[in-house]
């Protein structure tokens, strides 16, 4: 298994920043790629961003492109997640997943670091 635990959440204004980060351990050698999701009050969780673990590929949400930044380390096995131009809409529990090798669904997820932007 792989356990994740996110942190850096946090309160900000309008136009704020934040950083996230997410620390794998457990069996991380099967990791493929490790991805953030948020879910805000009242909408079903979306997906934000994911990067791979060998070649860095990165994929983001277009609501978030151009603002949120993916990166990792993967001799702390984290992914972090820079957050800038942080709008109320940005307001949610983000969640790190990881999709391990050999499937195409993310099967690991954290317990979750709350964001929320004021405006």
């Not at 070649?55 to 380390?73: E, L, M, P, W």
């Not at 984290?78 to 709008?87: K, R």
């Amino acid at each position: 298994q792989v356990h994740l635990v996110e942190s850096g959440g946090g309160l900000v204004q309008t136009g704020g920043s934040l950083r996230l980060s997410c620390r794998a351990s457990g069996r991380t050698l099967n990791i493929y790629r490790m991805g953030w999701f948020r879910r805000a009050p009242g909408k079903e969780r979306e997906f934000v961003a994911a990067i791979t673990k060998i070649d860095g590929t990165i994929n983001y949400a277009d609501s978030v492109k151009g603002r949120f930044t993916i990166s990792r380390d993967n001799v702390k096995s984290t992914v972090y997640l820079q957050m800038n131009s942080l709008e109320p809409e940005d307001t949610a529990v983000y969640y790190c997943a990881v999709l391990t090798l050999g499937n195409s669904d993310y099967t690991h997820w954290g317990q979750g670091t709350q964001v929320t932007v004021s405006s």
